[in-house]
C-alpha cells in the first residue's frame, strides 16, 4: 500500500543573518490516506517548519515530499490548515471567514459568485456539524475562544481538503474546552475521512486522537520513534482515564525528556 | 446612566470651564488684553469682525480640504505600493522620512515662486505635510498581515494580489481612518503656515494683518476659529470611522475584555 503523504529524507536549513537554523535533518515520515497522525516533539524541533514543508509553502533542501503520488513542488492547494490563533477576520460574519477558501481556490474560485446560495448552505451545514449551528451571521468578536477555533476548523474544512494540517490549534484553550474540541475533531475525522497531521505539545491529546504518534528529537528535527495508538474508535473522552492511556502518555513523555536532553 | 450623562457633557463642561478660568485670569490679574485678551473680548472681537472672519475661515477651510484631498489619494496609493513589497519600502523609506522632515514652512517659499501668492500653496503645503501619516499607517495595515493567516491563503494557491484584496486592503482601514483623523488637523497647520507666509485670504493672513494692526482680540478670535475648525472636521472622520471600521473598535474591545 504506497503511502498518501510521503516524506523522504527531508532536511531543510534557514539562512539568517546570525548564520542558517538547522531545523530538519534527514526525516523521513509517511502517512496513510485516511490516518490521523500526530508530531509531537519538544519546542523548536521543526514542527512548524513541516507543515510549510507539506503545504508546498517551504521547498525543503534536501529531500522528496509527496502528496497523493505527486511531488510537492509550490502550494498544493488541497491542504487545510489551522493554527493556535484562529486568525479570523474581524471585518467578516463568520459564514464569510468559513467562506474565504472557497474565494480562493479552483474550481470553487470561479463558481463562487454563481453558486453562493449553495457554498453558503454548505458552509451553514459544516458549522452545525461542530456546534455552531445559528452563529453564521455572527461576528468573531461575539464568539467565545473556543467557539472561533471552530470555525477555523471549518474554514481549513469547507473546500473538502484531502490533508488537514494542524499547528497546535487546542494550545490556546482552557482545559475544558480543549477537551470539546478534541471530540468536535475526532466527529467530524470519523464523518468526512480526510487525512491529518496535527502537530501538538500535548501528549494527551496526540494520545486520544491520532492512529500513529511521531516523535521527533530537537533541533535539528528528526524522526526518533513512532508509536502506534490501536485503541478501538470511535473512543470515548473517558478513555483519557484508562490507566493503558496514561501508561502510553508516560512512555511518550519519557522518550520526549529524553531526547530533550540529548 | 447618571454618569453616562456625564460623560458625555464632559467635552462641553471643560471647554466652558477653561473659557471661565481664562476669563477669570484675565480680570483678576488685569491682564493687559494686548498681552492675552480675555475671552469676552475675544468674542466681542468675532461679533465686530463676523464678516471678513467668515470668508477667511471658508478660504482656510477649502483650501485645507482641497489640499487633503490631495494628501488622502496620494496617501493611499502610495501606501499600497510601499505596503505592497518589502524592496519598494525598504528603498521609499528614508526618503519619505527626509522629506517628512523638512520644515514646511522652508517649502513654502518654492511654492510661491513655482505658483505665485495665493490659493495654491496653502493646498499643496496642507498637502505635503498631511500625507505622510497616510502612507505610513497604510503601509503599516498591508505590512503586519499576520504570517499565519497568509499561510493559509498561499497554501491554497492565493497570490500576492488575492491576499492583498481579502485581507490587505480591508485590514488596513481602521489604520487609514485613524490617519485620517491625525492628517487632517495637519492639514490645517500646513494651510495657516503657508497663508501667513504669503497670502491675501485665509485665517492665517488675517491673523498677520489684525497683529500688524495690534488687534489682539481679532488674533485671539482666528486661532479660535481655527480650532473649531479643526474639531469639527475631526469628529466628522472620527464619526465615519466608526461607521466604516466600527468592527476594529468591537474586536479589541472584546480582545481587553
Request: with cysteine; proline share 6%; net charge neutral.
Amino acid at each position: 500500500m504506497t503511502a498518501f503523504v510521503d516524506i523522504k529524507d527531508v532536511s531543510l536549513t534557514y539562512k539568517g543573518a546570525a548564520g542558517g537554523v538547522h531545523a530538519l535533518d534527514g526525516l523521513d515520515l509517511s502517512l496513510q490516506k485516511g490516518e490521523f497522525a500526530a508530531v509531537v516533539g519538544p519546542s523548536g524541533c521543526g514542527k512548524s517548519s513541516l507543515m510549510k514543508l507539506v503545504t508546498g509553502l517551504l521547498p525543503p533542501d534536501r529531500g522528496s515530499i509527496e502528496i497523493d503520488g505527486t511531488a510537492v513542488r509550490g502550494p498544493v492547494k488541497m491542504a487545510g490548515m489551522a493554527f493556535q490563533n484562529p486568525n479570523l477576520l474581524p471585518w467578516r460574519r463568520v459564514i464569510d471567514n468559513v467562506l474565504l477558501p472557497l474565494e480562493i481556490v479552483e474550481p470553487h474560485r470561479s463558481r463562487f459568485r454563481a453558486e453562493k446560495a449553495r457554498y453558503r448552505e454548505e458552509a451553514r451545514a459544516l458549522l452545525a456539524t461542530v456546534g455552531l449551528d445559528g452563529f453564521g451571521d455572527r461576528y468573531p468578536w461575539e464568539l467565545s475562544g473556543g467557539m472561533q477555533q471552530r470555525v477555523s476548523l471549518c474554514r481549513a474544512l469547507i473546500h473538502h481538503p484531502a490533508l488537514l494540517m494542524l499547528d497546535e490549534p487546542f494550545a490556546a484553550l482552557d482545559a475544558f474546552t480543549r477537551e470539546e474540541l478534541w471530540c468536535v475533531l475526532r466527529d467530524l475525522w470519523q464523518k468526512i475521512g480526510f487525512t491529518v497531521i496535527l502537530v501538538t505539545h500535548d501528549l494527551r491529546e496526540a494520545t486520544f486522537l491520532a492512529d500513529k504518534i511521531h516523535v521527533m528529537s530537537a533541533r535539528p528535527g528528526r524522526l526518533v520513534m513512532t508509536r502506534p495508538i490501536d485503541f478501538p474508535r470511535p473512543r470515548p473522552i473517558e478513555l483519557c482515564f484508562d490507566p493503558a492511556f496514561t501508561d502510553i502518555v508516560h512512555a511518550l513523555r519519557a522518550k520526549i525528556g529524553e531526547v530533550r536532553k540529548a | 446612566m447618571n454618569t453616562n450623562t456625564i460623560e458625555r457633557l464632559s467635552p462641553w463642561l471643560f471647554t466652558v470651564a477653561m473659557f471661565l478660568i481664562w476669563e477669570a485670569v484675565c480680570r483678576g490679574f488685569k491682564v493687559d488684553p494686548f498681552i492675552l485678551p480675555a475671552p469676552s473680548q475675544i468674542f466681542m472681537a468675532m461679533g465686530q469682525y463676523w464678516w471678513p472672519l467668515a470668508k477667511n475661515s471658508f478660504v482656510t477651510l477649502w483650501t485645507t480640504l482641497a489640499g487633503f484631498a490631495l494628501a488622502v489619494v496620494f496617501g493611499i496609493v502610495l501606501g499600497l505600493v510601499v505596503g505592497w513589497s518589502r524592496t519598494i519600502y525598504r528603498g521609499l523609506y528614508p526618503v519619505m522620512i527626509g522629506f517628512n522632515s523638512v520644515p514646511k514652512v522652508a517649502v513654502v517659499p518654492i511654492l510661491v515662486i513655482w505658483f505665485g501668492i495665493g490659493e495654491i500653496p496653502a493646498i499643496l503645503t496642507a498637502f505635503l505635510i498631511s500625507f505622510f501619516p497616510i502612507v505610513v499607517n497604510v503601509a503599516t495595515g498591508l505590512s503586519t498581515i499576520e504570517p499565519e493567516l497568509e499561510d493559509v491563503l498561499r497554501a491554497l494557491g492565493a497570490k500576492k494580489l488575492d491576499i492583498m484584496l481579502k485581507i490587505g486592503i480591508p485590514r488596513t482601514q481602521p489604520y487609514l481612518f485613524g490617519a485620517l483623523k491625525v492628517a487632517i488637523t495637519l492639514a490645517f497647520v500646513g494651510t495657516v503656515v503657508s497663508e501667513t507666509i504669503a497670502a491675501n485670504a485665509g485665517l492665517g493672513f488675517l491673523m498677520v494683518q489684525a497683529g500688524s494692526n495690534f488687534q489682539m482680540p481679532l488674533v485671539f478670535a482666528g486661532l479660535l476659529l481655527l480650532a473649531a475648525e479643526g474639531i469639527i472636521m475631526y469628529v466628522i472622520f472620527a464619526y465615519i470611522e466608526s461607521y466604516f471600521v466600527g468592527w476594529a473598535f468591537r474586536s479589541s474591545m472584546s480582545a481587553a475584555a
